[in-house]
């Protein structure tokens, strides 16, 4: 049985950061692109960051550029998005989503493409 566990979120003051984690079980998560999205109170849920099968560099939603960071530990399974200089626009739950490798352009926001997703970790930022 595949699982993706997110963890890590919370109540953090806007400028402080937070690091999220997502523990993968039943895949080998370096077979796979892993990605976070995010979806705030009344939004739609949105692509933030990716992390190729194939490596590479990562990829960002642009309002996140230069402030996240997403990495891979692969022999502990784990996917991570370190958070810096939060704001309160980042208010969001959190999902960790995986997609098997395989070839081809994709639209990386489009949540159908994804094969697993986790349930979710909310992280509020405060003003």
């Known amino acids: 049985q595949v699982q993706l566990v997110e963890s890590g979120g919370g109540l953090v003051p806007a400028g402080n950061s937070r690091r999220l984690s997502c523990k993968v079980s039943?895949?080998?998560?370096?077979?796979?692109?892993m990605a976070w999205f995010r979806q705030g109170l009344g939004k739609s849920r949105e692509f933030v960051a990716r992390?190729?099968?194939?490596?590479?560099?990562?990829d960002y939603l642009d309002s996140v550029e230069g402030r996240f960071t997403i990495s891979r530990d692969n022999p502990r399974n784990t996917v991570y998005l370190q958070m810096n200089s939060l704001e309160p626009d980042d208010t969001a739950v959190y999902y960790c989503?995986?997609?098997?490798?395989?070839?081809?352009?994709?639209?990386?926001?489009?949540?159908?493409?994804?094969?697993?997703w986790g349930q979710g970790t909310s992280v509020t930022v405060s003003s």
């Open positions: 989503t995986a997609r098997s490798a395989r070839p081809g352009y994709y639209d990386r926001g489009n949540q159908a493409e994804y094969d697993y």
């Open positions: 992390t190729k099968w194939i490596g590479g560099e990562p």
């Open positions: 039943g895949i080998t998560s370096s077979r796979y692109t």
